[in-house]
């Protein structure tokens, strides 16, 4: 499955209102395929200057910037609700995980979707930091920053390292092969310059996996923070770096913590070993929630599948039972003790034949 099929299948882009954040020089979804609103934190122009001179980024290709999404909130932004919220590396960026759920969830229309594309920290240079907890997030969530915090500008730039993504795969990469660039000076600065003045310094707040992702999520629903149930999930492809999240809005606080723990189980532990390729992977993984119902319907077939098992089972010992019951009584009748000469010349001969 192609990279875009895995973020926006199952999208109608003839219909669907779809708004993509953070597109910059190679947006998902075009203008001239779908009803998409393009958002970031600054208009076109600033974004080029931000960018220029970052080879990983093309500012003359950079769209034009439809709504700014700074102070104000996702929804007086966009000015209407939309069907779709697309965002490709950018949840691990936002300073504020918590809030910025809530946002695209007050962004959009009832049953709307949100896909993500989430670098895992295994196969990137996150690879020496430490995965999010949930902890971290509720610290921000306390504090409401609207810049990374000084924890996270000093984690990033300390413990970012270069890594090959095929390398890690093959499993060659450990942290001690790995070297960390000497930036403590340049680190503190940030940090500090984020913290007294509250620059925008780019970093990656937060740090995942599959798993990690899916647990936190979970955790987050379970306490009623955050209102989206996850509906499909793409694993870690070999030799590739980022997993695919499709979530949509639901208020059901137990199916939505449930249908994260779905997503939790359903992910890979690594083990290069075993990674054979992407052809040996599962597409999409679709998370089946289960109700109420549904949960004591599987219950009571279950019970009478354990119920039918004991009584076969019952039956069984006491066919057994008999069985050897019979062979007892065989062996001590008087016929048995009679032909036991007869028994033994017949083996003996059998075994000469032999």
């Known amino acids: ?25 190679n947006p998902v979804l075009k203008k001239t395929e779908a009803n998409v609103v393009y958002v970031d934190y600054a208009d076109a122009e600033t974004l080029r200057k931000h960018y220029s001179g970052n080879p990983s980024v093309y500012p003359d290709r950079i769209v034009e910037t439809d709504a700014i999404w700074g102070d104000q909130t996702l929804s007086v932004a966009l000015k209407k609700p939309v069907d779709f919220i697309v965002a490709s590396h950018v949840v691990e960026h936002v300073p504020d995980l ?70 890690a795969w093959r499993g060659e990469v450990t942290a001690s092969n790995l070297r960390r660039s000497d930036t403590f000076d340049a680190a503190m600065a940030t940090a500090r310059d984020s913290l007294e003045r509250g620059v925008y310094h780019d970093a990656h707040c937060w740090v995942f996996t599959p798993q990690s992702f899916a647990i936190l999520l979970s955790q987050l629903s379970a306490r009623g923070l955050i209102n989206f149930a996850c509906d499909k999930f793409h694993d870690t492809e070999r030799d590739s770096i980022e997993f695919f ?25 690594f083990n ?7 052809e040996a992977f599962e597409p999409w993984y679709e998370l089946k929630e ?24 019952h039956d069984a010992q006491a066919a057994l039972a008999r069985s050897r019951a019979d062979v007892d009584l065989l062996r001590r009748s008087t016929s048995w003790k009679l032909t036991q000469p007869l028994r033994w010349l017949s083996m003996t001969l059998k075994g000469q034949r032999i």
Request: charged share 30%.
């Open 272 to 278: 290069p070993k075993m990674s054979k390729g992407p």
């Open 98 to 167: 918590v809030a910025w759920l809530n946002e695209l969830h007050s962004a959009l229309t009832e049953g709307g979707e949100v896909r993500l594309a989430v670098p895992d920290r295994r196969f990137t240079f996150d690879f020496l930091r430490r995965e999010t907890e949930l902890s971290d997030v509720l610290a921000a969530y306390l504090t409401s920053p609207r810049v990374p915090q000084p924890v996270a500008i000093l984690d990033y730039f300390l413990n970012a390292t270069e890594v090959d993504a095929a390398a």
């Open 1 to 25: 499955m192609e990279r875009r099929e895995k973020l926006i299948g199952g999208i109608n882009l003839s219909s669907a209102v779809c708004a993509e954040i953070g597109a910059l020089c």
């Open 290 to 313: 289960l109700d109420a119902g549904d949960m004591q319907n599987a219950l009571r077939e279950e019970k009478k599948r354990s119920a039918l098992f004991l009584a076969e089972l």
């Open 245 to 269: 999240v499709a979530m949509r809005v639901s208020d059901d606080r137990d199916q939505n913590a449930r249908s994260w723990e779905l997503m939790a189980s359903a992910a890979r532990d």
